[in-house]
């Protein structure tokens, strides 16, 4: 166990740690290989199709208000319509990273991490693009007539024989162990935990003993329900999943939109000085925290955007499995769309964790506890504007967030286990991923938060390699 765990953190800090470099381009020094090709994608993908964030942004935008209100198309053997493909991928993207990963971020690099997050998201809006329509150009059916696809389809279409097969098995293993069985445990310890601190802060909480190990009575309840409901949702095949999506996803929107603004704007004189602390942040950190804080421009870039990439999930191979079953006239049209759930996942909802963040000044040493990171700055940030209720709006906003992860991740994981072992593994897919989301929600296991960094980052490396060798298909789409 020692050797895998040793194994595990090794590769995790060969792809996210920031390469030391003296000479050449600074910035490369400031970043982690991964961060370095999923940038380097992005901009690519931005030449390559003229500055397609920016001039398809005004469709991608109508194309998603369009089909909200389009009951022409819903989940079956159909697929799901594109509103529903999108709420399944943003309830992928939108979730425990964009109030834990934006707290973080801000704690480890100041308020110029935000600033690199945009970065990456405006250049991850390009790559996103690439990822859905390539995975509307080469989806399939299966042997029932249902539509399915998702990166290991354009994997075999990018490089043929069995440098192509290997590839899309290796694509397909490390998604459904990152997101499907380590990724779930994770999201549902996120929201059990969350939950036993507002119950903790009112009574003390039983411990109940389980395998000769005592856990407190919330988190096996909360685990237990988790684990239960999901079931059900998963039992019920697209057509539920992309029901419960449509429906929360907007809900739980709507929920974090309203109470970060209440918050920002209690104290609104002192929104423009949160830009100010952004961007001058950005490139002089010392000019926000004050010339007593060592504070370097390294942490806020390499923070900023390992972060951001992570929160709206481009170049993960992991949405395209949603954005593949979407019914559209043409594959670009999903493209566009996808473009819009970055957009909502990085400027809408995590600039609003980030705001309130910044607006407490909680995040800086000097005048709070340095300690403070992650969920626990979250939490302490908005209590400055709702005063305890803040643990409790935290506790519901992170349970929509991370439950609607755990179904989207399921069904990403479902289509590779399909793909690897047909479709009567599925039951026995499930099976295990409740067993994770009711483990997982016990306590926290670093080691599996660890696993899932080093299995998100090694599954990039074939998504990207193959949609760079398709740049010429995604443009020959486009123009069409």
Same mark, same amino acid.
């Given at each position: ?156 279409? $990018? !490089?043929?024989? %069995?440098?192509?097969?290997?590839? @899309?098995?290796?694509?397909? *293993?490390?998604?459904?162990? #990152?997101? +499907? ?100 942040? $950005? !490139?002089?950190? %010392?000019?926000?925290?004050?010339? @007593?804080?060592?504070?370097? *421009?390294?942490?806020?870039? #390499?923070? +900023? ?176």
């Amino acid at each position: 166990m020692e050797v895998l765990k040793n194994f595990i953190i090794l590769i995790d800090d060969l792809l996210w740690s920031p390469i030391e470099i003296t000479k050449g381009i600074p910035i490369l020094g400031w970043l982690s290989p991964l961060a370095i090709l999923l940038v380097g994608t992005g901009i690519w993908f931005t030449i390559k199709l003229g500055f397609i964030q920016i001039r398809g942004f005004k469709k991608g935008f109508k194309s998603v208000f369009v089909s909200i209100f389009n009951k022409s198309h819903k989940a079956g053997k159909d697929g799901m319509s594109s509103f529903q493909a999108l709420a399944t991928a943003l309830a992928a993207q939108v979730g425990t990273g964009n109030i834990v990963g934006a707290s973080t971020a801000i704690a480890a690099g100041g308020p110029g991490a935000i600033f690199w997050m945009w970065l990456a998201a405006f250049f991850g809006m390009a790559t996103i693009f690439a990822e859905a329509t390539l995975a509307q150009k080469y989806k399939t059916t299966d042997k029932d007539g249902h539509i399915i696809g998702g990166p290991v389809y354009y994997i075999h279409e $990018a !490089f043929k024989g %069995k440098f192509g097969n290997f590839l @899309a098995i290796t694509f397909s *293993i490390l998604i459904i162990l #990152s997101l +499907g069985f380590m990724g779930n445990a994770v999201q549902s310890n996120g929201i059990a935990s969350a939950w036993d601190i507002v119950f903790s802060s009112y009574m003390n909480i039983p411990k109940m003993e389980i395998l000769g190990a005592k856990f407190s009575i919330i988190l096996v309840i909360v685990g237990l329900l988790l684990a239960l409901i999901a079931f059900l949702i998963f039992e019920g095949g697209i057509k539920a999943i992309a029901s419960f999506t449509e429906k929360v996803v907007p809900i739980m929107a709507i929920i974090f939109i309203i109470g970060s603004l209440f918050v920002i704007l209690k104290n609104f004189v002192a929104i423009p000085s949160l830009f100010y602390r952004i961007v001058v942040g $950005a !490139f002089n950190p %010392k000019a926000v925290f004050g010339g @007593a804080v060592g504070v370097m *421009i390294k942490d806020a870039v #390499s923070n +900023g955007v390992a972060r951001g990439l992570f929160s709206n999930e481009a170049g993960m191979g992991s949405t395209p499995h949603a954005h593949a079953v979407a019914k559209v006239d043409k594959p670009v049209d999903q493209g566009y769309v996808a473009m819009i759930g970055v957009f909502v996942d990085t400027f809408i909802i995590l600039n609003l964790t980030a705001f309130v963040v910044i607006e407490s000044g909680l995040y800086d040493p000097t005048v709070a506890n340095a300690e403070l990171t992650g969920a626990a700055l979250a939490q302490a940030s908005f209590r400055t504007g709702m005063g305890q209720f803040g643990n409790l709006f935290i506790a519901i906003c992170l349970t929509f967030f991370a439950f609607s992860t755990i179904i989207s991740w399921y069904f990403f994981g479902e289509a590779n286990i399909k793909y690897l072992f047909g479709k009567k593994a599925v039951r026995i897919y499930a099976i295990f991923v409740c067993i994770c989301i009711f483990l997982g929600s016990l306590q926290e296991v670093k080691l599996i938060w660890t696993m899932q960094d080093a299995f998100n980052g090694l599954m990039v490396i074939p998504n990207l390699i193959a949609i760079i060798a398709l740049t010429n298909i995604v443009k020959s789409e486009l123009k069409k």
